[in-house]
């Protein structure tokens, strides 16, 4: 088993930044792959980045818009058994509840190859 517990969320004006937090517990967290979900209430929950077991390989989602690629990254500290995403250039359009999550599969765009889930993060950018 593994838990997740994201932090980091909040309220912030459109251009600014803020860094997500993904705290993994349990005996082989640092073992999965681990990415970041988000969904707004009128949208499907988005695959916005992956990141490998070793934080080597990432993967952005929306790779033709380039939606996130130079704005958000995505990395992990398996010493600490957390994983971040830091974004920057917020706009309206970024507000959302990000979930954070862990796959032991190699298919990462699919939620439903997830295998953990975390309760999300509100992120809400003003305009």
């Known amino acids: 088993q593994v838990q997740l517990v994201e932090s980091g969320g909040g309220l ?4 600014g930044s803020l860094k997500l937090s993904c705290a993994a517990s349990g ?3 640092s073992r999965y792959a681990m990415a970041w979900f988000r969904q707004s209430p009128t949208k499907e929950r988005e695959f916005v980045a992956a990141i490998n077991w070793s934080g080597g390989t990432t ?9 996130f690629t130079g704005r958000f990254t995505i990395s992990r500290d398996n010493a600490k ?3 971040y995403l830091q974004m920057n250039s917020l ?6 509840v990000y979930y954070c999550a862990a796959t032991s599969g190699a ?3 699919p ?3 997830y295998d953990y889930w975390g309760q999300g993060t509100q992120v809400t950018v003003s305009s």
């Open 107 to 109: 298919n990462w765009g």
């Open 27 to 29: 005996r082989t967290a």
């Open 12 to 15: 912030v004006q459109a251009g």
């Open 91 to 96: 706009s309206p359009e970024d507000t959302a």
């Open 59 to 67: 993967f952005y989602g929306d790779s033709v818009n380039g939606r």
């Open 111 to 113: 939620s439903g190859s």
């Open 81 to 83: 058994n957390t994983v």
